[in-house]
C-alpha cells in the first residue's frame, strides 16, 4: 500500500510516559536517544495492537523516531485486519506516516476519511452513503479502535467501507 499520511499531534497518547520517546521524537538530536526512542517506541506500538485484538506477535513492526514513521510488514488474515493495523499504527499521537508492508489475500479495499473539527459519524455517514442512519457501518468497521460513536477526534483517521 505505501506511506498513508496521518496527523503527528493526533491520536492515542502511547508515549506519554516514555520521557525520551516524546523528546526524541520532538526533537532528534543524537543516534544512540532515537534508536532507544525507536525501539520504546515499537514496543508501545505493539503493545497497543494487542489492546486492539490485532496480530502484533506476527507482525514486524519498526518505528523511525527520526521521521516519525511506523513500518510495519508481514502476513494478515484479512485486508479489513491490514487496514485496521494501519489505523492503530498512524492514530497514535507522533506518528506521521505509516509504511504498509504488509501482505493478505486479496479483499475489497475500503476508503479512508480523516475527521475535522464538526464531524460525527452520521455526518461522515451521510457524505460517503447519502444516509446518516449508516454510521453504525463505520463504527463497527473502526472496532476496536473506538469503543463509541460520539468518541472521535479531530485529525483521526477512520476506514469508511464499501
Request: proline share 6%; net charge negative; hydrophobic share 40%.
Amino acid at each position: 500500500m505505501g506511506l498513508i499520511a496521518f496527523l503527528k499531534d493526533a491520536g492515542e497518547k502511547l508515549f506519554g510516559s516514555s520521557p525520551e520517546v516524546k523528546a526524541a521524537v520532538a526533537e532528534p538530536t543524537q543516534a544512540d536517544k532515537v534508536a532507544a526512542a525507536s525501539a520504546a517506541a515499537s514496543t508501545a506500538i505493539k503493545a497497543y495492537l494487542k489492546t486492539q485484538s490485532l496480530p502484533a506477535d506476527a507482525l514486524d513492526l519498526s518505528f523511525n523516531a527520526a521521521d516519525g514513521t511506523v513500518t510495519v510488514a508481514g502476513a494478515v488474515e484479512s485486508q479489513e485486519v491490514r487496514e485496521k493495523v494501519v489505523l492503530c499504527c498512524g492514530n497514535v499521537d507522533g506518528v506521521n506516516g505509516v509504511h504498509d508492508q504488509m501482505t493478505c489475500p486479496p479483499g475489497e479495499a475500503c476508503q479512508y476519511h480523516t475527521v475535522v473539527r464538526g464531524d460525527t459519524l452520521s455526518g461522515i455517514a451521510k457524505k460517503f452513503y447519502g444516509n446518516a442512519n449508516a454510521y453504525m457501518k463505520i463504527f463497527e468497521a473502526n472496532k476496536p479502535m473506538l469503543s463509541h460513536p460520539d468518541k472521535i477526534y479531530p485529525g483521526q483517521n477512520l476506514r469508511i467501507p464499501n
